[in-house]
């Protein structure tokens, strides 16, 4: 886990960007060519008046690109839909998941982070950072083999402080091998659902204090 960015996050990120651009230009652009439109008005010669079947294609093309944005919009809410939605997703209240996350809480004074590395590692460094993003705790081991591991965290920061129980907190892996090469590391986090709801028009599950997308679940079994 070199990095802390959800791709999925981040091509929806990419995705919003991209709509609100285009809907930025478009204003833009409709602005601009009413503007011209009623200087070209004003200004038009009486005895030859501007062709009014042209104006009417510019203004029908222009009502087209805005109306396809809104399309493209109400295609993302469904693709959002579509992954579960709060409907589907609904029955997975009361089951055990599991799921890709590099996040956890602090509960009964410690937290604990489940990871995989994908190969052996020469050195690896681990990193807890708080909501804000700043380190509060770090380490690094050598020659960490390859396979799953679980690190423990007593809530206790690099400066001696007991954290309240909360977060959540965010464990950066940074695994390098014998020749200074970047070994890749996936975190995953286990447990019971108990709540599922929309933020930001996407479907996320409550597992302990986490808020995890229902997207990033990777394996569902019964707690009976």
């Known amino acids: 886990m070199t990095s802390t960015i959800d791709p999925t996050a981040a091509a929806s990120n990419s995705v919003n960007d991209k709509l609100n651009s285009s809907r930025n230009r478009l204003a833009d652009s409709e602005q ?64 055990s998941v599991t799921a890709e996350s590099d996040q956890a809480s602090i509960a009964d004074g410690a937290a604990s982070w489940a990871y995989d590395l994908d190969r052996n590692a020469t050195s690896v460094k681990y990193e807890i950072l708080n909501s804000a993003s700043s380190t509060v705790w ?55 659902v108990t709540g599922v709801e929309t933020i930001d028009g996407e479907t996320v599950v409550s597992v302990g204090k986490l808020k995890i997308p229902v997207s990033s679940i990777t394996g569902v079994a019964s707690t009976s």
């Open 32 to 95: 601009t060519f009413l503007s011209l439109l009623t200087t070209q008005l004003k200004n038009q010669d009486p005895l030859s008046p501007l062709d009014s079947n042209q104006f009417t294609a510019q203004i029908v093309q222009m009502t087209g690109v805005e109306q396809q944005l809104m399309t493209n919009d109400l295609l993302k809410m469904l693709v959002g839909m579509s992954d579960g939605g709060l409907a589907g997703s609904v029955n997975l209240i009361g089951k």
């Open 138 to 192: 770090s380490r690094t081991d050598a020659s960490v083999a390859g396979g799953e591991h679980t690190l423990d965290w007593d809530g206790v920061t690099s400066a001696g402080q007991q954290l309240p129980d909360g977060g959540p907190y965010t464990l950066k892996i940074t695994a390098t091998g014998s020749g200074g090469e970047t070994i890749n590391a996936s975190g995953h986090v286990s447990g019971v």
